[in-house]
């Protein structure tokens, strides 16, 4: 699957989060409402309360959807990213719909680390290293839609940083690591 590249150095996390619902009209509604925040970063931090990271997409309003191509800031909480101007970036890779069969309907996008598109530094402006990735899917299956969260090839980034930095991506990485 496109959406999820192969493992092949630090760790990978998988959640997930199902529900059921008494009819397909239902369940059709939840995914189609599942899409509409997924497509909308700026959304996101007030669904993960607040403590949390806010999304912003680069160039874009807070009524525009993301595609293809774009470019995400994130802020988190706290000390931020010197290499990304005070926050972390990643790049939309892939956005793709029905692209399970095994189910009625299926959304999911994902994303990747990448450096400040704002630099012409090409060093990963995240606080996980170079080939990180974050993919999200929703899939519908008659009166059930499930939600997964699939992070591959985490591994803390260290890398051309200077020493805050450094010590800012183990904390915030750490954090992350240990699923807050």
Request: charged share 25%; aromatic share 8%.
């Amino acid at each position: 699957m496109k959406l999820v590249p192969a493992q092949y150095k630090g760790k990978s996390v998988r959640l997930s989060e199902k529900v059921s619902t008494a009819d397909i009209h239902s369940a059709k509604t939840i995914f189609d409402q599942a899409i509409g925040k997924l497509k909308r970063p700026y959304l996101w931090h007030d669904i993960a309360g607040s403590g949390s990271a806010s999304f912003t997409l680069d160039g874009k309003g807070e009524q525009d959807t993301l595609d293809e191509t774009d470019y995400i800031r994130v802020s988190i909480p706290g000390p931020g990213l010197g290499e990304g101007d005070g926050d972390d970036w990643v790049r939309v890779q892939v956005v793709d719909t029905s692209f399970d069969n095994t189910v009625d309907e299926s959304f999911g996008i994902m994303l990747k680390v990448c450096p400040n598109p704002h630099h012409e530094n090409t060093a990963t402006a995240h606080f996980f290293e170079k080939g990180a990735s974050s993919s999200l899917i929703i899939k519908r299956k008659g009166k059930k839609v499930v939600a997964n969260y699939i992070g591959c090839n985490e591994k803390i980034n260290t890398n051309q940083l200077s020493l805050m930095d450094k010590l800012r991506n183990v904390f915030v990485a750490g954090g992350a690591l240990a699923g807050i």
